[in-house]
Structures are given as C-alpha cells and as structure tokens.
C-alpha cells in the first residue's frame, strides 16, 4: 500500500532566510472531485472579474499584496521577473484580461481564494505523496516533472522546494507546481498550503486559509483539518 503523508513541516533553513514566514495549512479528505459544481464556477469567474476592476490601470506586480512576494524572491536570490510567484502569475493573466479557465473544482477553488486574497496557494494530492510533505532546500536526489512533461529538470542547488520525500511538488518555493501531486479529477485527499509572512500579511494568510476551509466544508461536505506553521511551530501533524 503507497504511504500517504499525515504531517508538513518546514526545515530550520527555511526560517534561517525567512524568519517571518508563515503557512496556513488546509486538509481535506473523502472528497468527489468530479461532480460539477456550478456555485463553485460562479465564485471563480466573480473574483477574476472582481480583481480585473482591482488591477485597473496598474501592473500585476504593482498590486500591494504581490509585492511582498517579490521582494521576498529578491532576498531569495530568484529573479521575480524571470520566475514571478505563483500568485503574480495568475494575477497577470487578470490584469490582461485573460481569465483563467477551469481545471476542476478543487483547482478552481484554490485559484480564486488565492486571487481573492493575494496569496500563493498550493494544492498536493495526498495519495501520491512518497513521505511527509516539507518545504526544505534542495538535495541532489531531487526531481522535478513540469506540468505537461515526462522527464525531470535539473534542480539549482539550494533552491527552496516543497518536496515529498525526493518528488519535488513546487520549485523556487512558490513558482512552479510540478506534475508529482497534481490535482486531477480523480483526487479525494488533497494537502492545500498557503504562504504568507506574519507581520505583512499574517492575519489575511488566516482569513485566507479559514474561507477556503468553510467553502470546502459547504460545497463538499466534509470536515477539513486546519493548521498553522511558522519558526515557532515548524510542524503540523494531521
């Protein structure tokens, strides 16, 4: 029987770069991820077009709650221009008037909390995780399979990764998710992180983390588990 992960944790060196990082934690398990969902469909189109009228006149990268996120890759040493975060991304093809199609419902959810808010949120399939699932630097075993592909990329060294075992699930911390726990229809245990930093956007990383939680309960019937890691808490059982 395949192990499936029940903690996530965040490596001492993580907190060594960003003391003041923080992650909203979100499980959810039993669900049918292919059924439609209509009011789900609703809420995604409303926030895109909600976060279209937001970004009037400016750039993505301008918006306040993604330049934290930028500045922070700065720090990191990763290019944001050349390797935007995930929730730059997504909010450029807003800005441009390109809305983001469907993928499935749990994706889309995720999605649009994530531009309601203006943060990176992940979503992992539980089932294919190899080992509890952790953001750490890289190791030399690691391998990352991009979305559409079938071999790996070679991974920098000490890149910041979130990993399950040696399967690297989102490179450059919040870039790029890989095809390793990639949310299909057929997902039903699915781990969704949110990445934040305490004292820029803490308590809208929660609020965040809480609405995606509630919205999971009303739309598929079932209780999530919910949790909170930063230096002080570097671990979450579930």
């Known amino acids: 029987m395949r192990p499936t992960m029940n903690q996530f944790q965040v490596a001492p060196e993580i907190f060594e770069k960003m003391p003041n990082a923080c992650f909203g934690v979100v499980v959810i398990r039993g669900i049918d991820n ?27 990268k301008e918006y306040p ?15 944001p221009n050349k390797f935007p975060p995930s929730i730059e991304a997504l909010s450029s093809r807003i800005e441009k008037g390109k809305w983001i199609p469907s993928i499935n419902p749990i994706v ?40 559409g592909a079938t071999s790996p990329e070679t991974i ?14 989102t490179r450059r911390w919040i870039w790029r998710q890989s095809e390793f726990g990639k949310i299909t229809t057929h997902s ?38 919910v949790g909170w890691v930063n230096k002080e808490n570097p671990t979450c059982p579930f």
């Open 188 to 225: 039903t245990n699915i781990f969704f992180p949110l990445d934040g930093f305490e004292d820029i956007n803490g308590s809208d990383t929660k609020e965040a983390r809480d609405e995606l939680a509630t919205l999971l309960e009303h739309h598929f019937e079932v209780k999530p588990f």
């Open 108 to 147: 889309d959810l995720g999605n649009a909390i994530s531009l309601k808010y203006g943060i990176p949120l992940g979503a992992h399939d539980l089932d294919s995780a190899t080992a509890p699932l952790e953001v750490r630097l890289s190791h030399p075993d690691d391998q990352f399979v991009p979305f």
């Open 65 to 79: 709650p993604i330049t934290p996120y930028r500045e922070a890759f700065q720090k990191l040493e990763i290019n």
């Open 34 to 60: 292919q059924k439609a969902y209509p009011a789900i469909s609703d809420f995604y189109q409303k926030i895109q077009e909600e976060l279209f009228e937001k970004l009037a006149g400016r750039k993505a």
């Open 156 to 169: 920098d060294s000490g890149e910041i990764l979130y990993v399950s075992g040696h399967q690297v699930k």
